[in-house]
């Protein structure tokens, strides 16, 4: 792919001394509107900002790939800056990589998935070229840059000797966007196994799908098995009996040569008694079992995100317009426009939430078979009222007997048809229908029971009690294992219709955000430029609900940090457990506190739920200057 295509000499700047991300961005969006590839500026960088909020794109080696996708481009193109010094706030997969060349995208929303993964895969390819890197980040003009970006990357392999050995290797790639990662890592196991002589198949598990997929042939020739991934691979079964490498994406990345390596150690005294952890229906394999049921649980409530915001937010306008407006009458004529959007937004929760989450974990586990059967337990744990807990079995059940049926019952030729189609979905939700309904979903019904009559009988310190574990839970890792486990609690207790736990998690997770910019306002002097270029952006983040902009403080100074934030997260979560308040609209952030329930009522509600935030805050602040002042008090001494 002639990358020259997609870009243009007035569209590449080398030299420009700009310091911050947000310079860059705002640089490289005007560079794109004098160039007529976006109508508007500000539509062009708010989508810059959504996908940023996704995940990071700083890579490696100074360099970042960001994108918008919106319908203002014009026509997909990309743009280049190369700064005279890094960018220091520019967050990055690898912490130390300090941003210098940047290659922004823009790409039409109708080309999301055709153009948008071409040119980055592309990029991504040739940029796994450490020649090719050291020649970009070394242009000195910007007509060089656009030179290099019409070398083929293919013409740096000429001189890479062909594979002269017996070796052969096979490697599945995939990292959590499926783009830029996922190709670097195969390009660089490409290139340095040719470079040894060793014959290598590399499989890319990405946004595209899968591609190059590994034959069978080239599975029987294949002396190891190299899986470079972040996230959950599919089809592992096939490589059972290989001796297999298991490695982050960034690993091969960093030193392909090492894990060549590693496999190639592993190969030379191997038996296949050795592994059987590639199996996934393996027993014995208790660790693979556990990451899988925790990815399904993850993946589940993923799905589930979008309908609870949505469903919460129509339910919650529609009783808004009806007070706002005098409209109670209309609201409560069921078949009034009010009634009926109303009852939209409560369907969504009441009626989709559980079979959605359901089906999704078990897809999870064994891919689209499984989704008839999640969808049908997640109806009947509906129907014996069971709620989230019930939701998440059936899906467990779905995922699991499914993934057991593809094993064991399958056929070729034209009766293949017949298994996907009807025995699948049929006798699996069948199945799935009948343990759910009559066997092992009435104790879980029971023991759902239990958990609400628990929540509502809450109150005083119990209420305050589980309010400060919640708190705690929130701040513990910013967005990790731990908070998503109190995030999974507190939408199951939604579910079952107790909104507190929900109101706490929302009111905490502004705790960590505000601290952090308070105590570089107040106390600038403890602080280096970069970290108070963060804190003055989470302040921002917090009002959205979102806690991951206090990782780089935590990951820079763990203990201090998070110990701080749980501190200020325990009061403020005891203190809106303690009065009941309740929301039942998720994702809404700062807006939250016009949408409260149950508590003391009126204005109060909103005070004692923000109010809380801001105590919790307070608190935080004064831990972190206090605990920071020890920390360089401790350096100097």
Sequence with gaps: MDLTKATSLDLITVGKDITTKKEAFIFLTEKL????????????????????AESVTGLENGIAIPHGKSDTVKRAAFTILKTTKPIRDYESLQPDNQVQLIFLLAIPTAEAGTTHLDILSELATRLADVNYRHQLMTASTA??????????SATDNENVPSSTTEQSLVAITACAAGIAHTYMAAESLNKAAAARGIEIHVEKQGAKGVEDRITTNQIKRASGVILAHDVRLKDLERFKGL???????????????????????????YSPEDQSAVDDDSDDDQTGVWTEIKDSVLTGISYIIPIIIAGGMISAIAVMIAQGFGLQSMINDPKSWLAILKALGENML???????????????IADKPALGPGFAGGLAANTIGSGFLGGMLAGLLAGYLMKWMKKHIHSEGAFAGVITFW???????????????FIVGQPVAWLNQLLINWLNSLAGANALLLGAVIGGMVSFDLGGPVNKAAYAFCLGAMANGNFVPYCVFASVKMVSAFSISAACLLRKDLFTDEERQVGNQTWILGLAGITEGAIPFAMADPIRAIGSFIAGSVVTGGIVAYYAVGLNVPGAGIFSMFLLKGGIGGLVNP????????????????????????KLNKKTA
């Design 350 to 364: 009441g009626t989709l939430m559980v079979p959605v989450l359901s089906a999704y974990m078990a897809y999870s």
């Design 143 to 152: 007509n060089e840059l656009f030179q290099l970006l019409g070398t083929s």
């Design 607 to 630: 005070l004692i739920w923000l109010g809380a935030a801001l105590l919790g805050a307070l608190i935080s602040t004064i831990l972190l200057i206090v605990l920071r002042k020890q």
């Design 33 to 52: 509107y004098q160039a007529g590839k976006i109508a508007s500026k500000e539509d062009f960088l708010k989508a810059i900002y959504e996908r940023e």
């Design 423 to 437: 025995v699948y979905p049929v006798i699996g939700t069948l199945i799935v229908a009948v343990l759910m309904l």
């Design 243 to 269: 001796p297999i490498v298991d490695v982050p994406v960034a690993e091969p990345i960093k030193d392909a040569d090492a894990v060549l390596d590693k496999v190639i150690s592993k190969a030379r005294d």
